[in-house]
């Protein structure tokens, strides 16, 4: 049974940071895993993404602010989010893709940004 399950999320001051966590388990050969949020009233954007074999890669909204990094002998992502602003208030996501481009979903964890 495969499963997406993210934590860390919370409500945090501007400018502060947290560190969201993916880990997956159930699903054969994993491939690229990636992040995307949903903001209040917004469509779910692509945040990040990172590759199996460590390549990275970012929306121009986070860059140089959110760092994604991969830890393979556990399935897990991390996302290290630092100056955060209210507009990266969303339900956070994370999508596991393998080599047979089958895909799995989180059920999202709430990152609330206060002003």
């Known amino acids: 049974q495969v499963q997406v399950v993210e934590s860390g999320g919370g409500l945090v001051q501007a400018g502060g940071s947290l560190r969201l966590s993916c880990a997956v388990s159930?699903?054969?050969?994993?491939?690229?895993i990636a992040w995307h949020r949903q903001g209040p009233g917004k469509q779910r954007e692509w945040v990040a993404r990172v590759t199996r074999t460590g390549v990275r890669m970012y929306s121009d909204s986070v860059k140089g602010r959110f760092t994604i990094s991969r830890d393979n002998a556990v399935n897990t992502v991390y996302l290290q989010m630092n100056n955060l602003k209210p507009e990266d208030t969303a339900i956070y996501y994370c999508n596991a893709q393998n080599i047979y481009s089958a895909d799995a979903w989180g059920q999202g964890t709430q990152v609330t940004v206060s002003s």
């Open positions: 159930g699903f054969l050969r994993i491939s690229d």
